[in-house]
């Protein structure tokens, strides 16, 4: 069989999302960030809305997701992406919009912003991406750094007399009335990126169909933040990040 | 249609507002400003014009929600007093730096910190010096009725979307709080979204298919670009200065002492001019009613004419440093203020004249 019997588009399995630009990545190797960008424009594809959705993009490692994803997006100041959201969706009702925030953006700077939106069940969806570290600033320690773990700002590890414990933001969220969808993803496998997939579009139905916030926590790797290889991140979340921040829902409201 | 009303100041914001037009209000209570949410939530405007009102849970909140409002094109504003009006100056600095139109009202009290509820006017420098960080400028208006606080939710707007920059109204607890008739302008519709996609081409909406995307930032890594970007801006501000200065004369033509003052204080000054026209002394009142831009050039012509100016402020001396830079010299000019929400009364304003100016 010839090469030019197979390229055809036919036989076609697998292509570059059609909201994706070809703007070369600032990410890092093994970065967990590229793939959930990845899903966001299939779901927006999938569910017909690129010409309806409005991203807001924080201040951290995802503040050029809108070089990446071809669709109309705010940029907001640090932690306050679910504030500028809540105001795109009530003043534009028919809109999908959603905020992408990293942990120090939602559950340290951002925490009353956060809490807030998905209290009053603003119809949209957070992205929340739990790499455990500050990614952009150079590996700082998180809200959610585990402990023990190190980081530029706790060398040592994460000591709980000095810094208190990783916050489980995801887990306050679901006690909130206003939250319609909790749950906790991650992109390490393919099953794991299909089964996230599949949750992303549920919040997006969510939002589009006003049933208050969805929050999508996706337990992300930071390779250059954790100074491993991209290999060995990936273990390290299994090993490491998963017991303490176990995948699956926490709330999911039919 | 028109109407006449007796109310507040505060109130009367609220009203200009949903008859404005304006498709968001977001704010958090606070002293002596809480009427005009409190106004808003009273009238239930989304069940007539549908204006989204919403109290946030913070000043940062509110700010940041008029920013996405703000970024898809659509009349939002926000208002708060002094100390929340520091909260918001990151929010204020974005805005400006993403170059987006929206309304914030300051009704100001004593500071600093969290000082008193009483009247002050203490945040000329915030205002109108920056506040925020980054090279901005706040179009800022200075009313001194009630009926200036509704006018100037139009004027607001309306400058706003005319630079693409964010304004201001610098009011105080007094012309938040006092009584006066007001005639509140017409009902005016909300903008479609096909209007402000035509007006607003750079709102986010969603990108409709042949069309580029908008994205709404302030953030510019190349110094090359950013400083392009700021000289975009200050070409701007040099436009506005040009153009919108805005300022009121009372009995100024054969004035040899003049009294600056904005807002509350133009009022008690207003007074004082009468009181020392009484007395023979021919002193007249220049009232800036944009605070920035300034009225410089009406200064620098006044300062040939006239034998001393004084700027009466509630603050310690902040307006008059931009009367002397105007003033370059040329005549004396003293300031004369209160603190911390005590105000002067017009024979105050007399006597200081007389001491600083007249007979020093």
């Known amino acids: 069989?010839?090469?030019?019997?197979?390229?055809?588009?036919?036989?076609?399995?697998?292509?570059?999302?059609?909201?994706?630009?070809?703007?070369?990545?600032?990410?890092?190797?093994?970065?967990?960030?590229?793939?959930?960008?990845?899903?966001?424009?299939?779901?927006?594809?999938?569910?017909?809305?690129?010409?309806?959705?409005?991203?807001?993009?924080?201040?951290?490692?995802?503040?050029?997701?809108?070089?990446?994803?071809?669709?109309?997006?705010?940029?907001?100041?640090?932690?306050?992406?679910?504030?500028?959201?809540?105001?795109?969706?009530?003043?534009?009702?028919?809109?999908?919009?959603?905020?992408?925030?990293?942990?120090?953006?939602?559950?340290?700077?951002?925490?009353?912003?956060?809490?807030?939106?998905?209290?009053?069940?603003?119809?949209?969806?957070?992205?929340?991406?739990?790499?455990?570290?500050?990614?952009?600033?150079?590996?700082?320690?998180?809200?959610?750094?585990?402990?023990?773990?190190?980081?530029?700002?706790?060398?040592?590890?994460?000591?709980?007399?000095?810094?208190?414990?990783?916050?489980?933001?995801?887990?306050?969220?679901?006690?909130?009335?206003?939250?319609?969808?909790?749950?906790?993803?991650?992109?390490?496998?393919?099953?794991?990126?299909?089964?996230?997939k599949k949750m992303l579009r549920k919040a997006f139905e969510n939002a589009m169909g006003g049933k208050g916030t969805s929050v999508v926590e996706f337990v992300s790797t930071c390779a250059s933040g954790w100074k491993m290889t991209p290999v060995q991140a990936n273990q390290w979340m299994q090993e490491s990040m998963f017991p303490f921040y176990p995948l699956g829902d926490l709330k999911n409201v039919e | 249609m028109e109407e006449v009303k007796l109310m507040k100041g505060n109130e009367a914001i609220a009203h200009a507002a949903i008859r404005y037009g304006t498709d968001g209000y977001f704010g958090y209570p606070i002293t002596p400003q809480s009427e005009i949410m409190e106004t808003l939530m009273a009238e239930m405007p989304w069940k007539t014009t549908g204006m989204v009102v919403l109290q946030a849970e913070s000043e940062i909140a509110a700010i940041n929600m008029v920013y996405g409002g703000a970024g898809s094109g659509k009349r939002v504003m926000t208002s708060s007093s002094s100390p929340g009006i520091s909260l918001k100056l990151e929010g204020i600095s974005y805005i400006a730096g993403a170059e987006l139109p929206c309304l914030i009202v300051n009704v100001m009290r004593g500071g600093p910190g969290l000082g008193t509820i009483q009247p002050s006017q203490a945040d000329y420098f915030q205002t109108v010096k920056g506040g925020g960080h980054g090279d901005y400028r706040l179009i800022t208006l200075a009313p001194y009725s009630v009926q200036e606080m509704a006018d100037f939710v139009a004027l607001g707007f309306d400058l706003a979307f005319r630079y693409a920059n964010p304004a201001m109204i610098l009011a105080d607890g007094i012309i938040g709080q006092m009584m006066e008739k007001v005639i509140l302008p017409p009902q005016r519709p909300r903008k479609t979204e096909e209007e402000i996609r035509w007006e607003s081409p750079w709102a986010v909406q969603g990108k409709l298919k042949p069309n580029k995307v908008n994205v709404i930032t302030s953030l510019e890594l190349d110094p090359a670009v950013m400083e392009e970007n700021n000289l975009r801006f200050q070409a701007k501000y040099r436009q506005i200065e040009a153009s919108e200065v805005r300022y009121e004369e009372f009995l100024c033509e054969d004035a040899e002492y003049l009294l600056v003052a904005f807002g509350s204080s133009a009022r008690m000054c207003r007074k004082a001019v009468e009181l020392a026209r009484e007395e023979g002394l021919q002193a007249g009142l220049l009232r800036p009613i944009t605070l920035w831009p300034f009225s410089s050039k009406v200064l620098g012509a006044y300062a040939q004419k006239v034998k001393g100016i004084l700027s009466v402020e509630l603050n310690a001396g902040q307006m008059v440093e931009d009367v002397r830079l105007a003033v370059n010299g040329k005549v004396k000019v003293e300031h004369f203020g209160r603190l911390g929400g005590i105000v002067f009364t017009p024979n105050e304003i007399l006597s200081a004249l007389k001491e600083k100016i007249i007979n020093p």
């Open chain 1, 1 to 196: 069989m010839e090469l030019t019997e197979i390229i055809k588009p036919e036989n076609r399995v697998y292509g570059k999302p059609a909201l994706m630009n070809d703007t070369p990545m600032h990410y890092c190797p093994g970065c967990s960030h590229g793939v959930i960008h990845k899903l966001i424009a299939e779901v927006i594809t999938d569910m017909g809305l690129e010409e309806q959705t409005i991203g807001v993009s924080p201040v951290g490692c995802a503040v050029f997701a809108y070089n990446y994803i071809d669709i109309d997006w705010v940029e907001a100041a640090h932690g306050r992406a679910p504030a500028v959201a809540t105001a795109l969706k009530r003043l534009n009702k028919g809109k999908m919009v959603f905020t992408y925030q990293g942990d120090g953006d939602l559950a340290a700077i951002g925490t009353a912003e956060t809490i807030h939106a998905a209290n009053r069940g603003e119809n949209i969806v957070i992205v929340f991406v739990n790499n455990a570290i500050y990614g952009m600033t150079g590996g700082q320690m998180a809200p959610t750094t585990l402990v023990g773990m190190p980081s530029s700002t706790c060398p040592y590890g994460r000591d709980v007399s000095l810094n208190g414990y990783p916050l489980k933001i995801a887990d306050l969220l679901a006690q909130l009335e206003g939250t319609c969808l909790v749950t906790r993803q991650s992109v390490h496998t393919a099953a794991a990126v299909r089964k996230a």
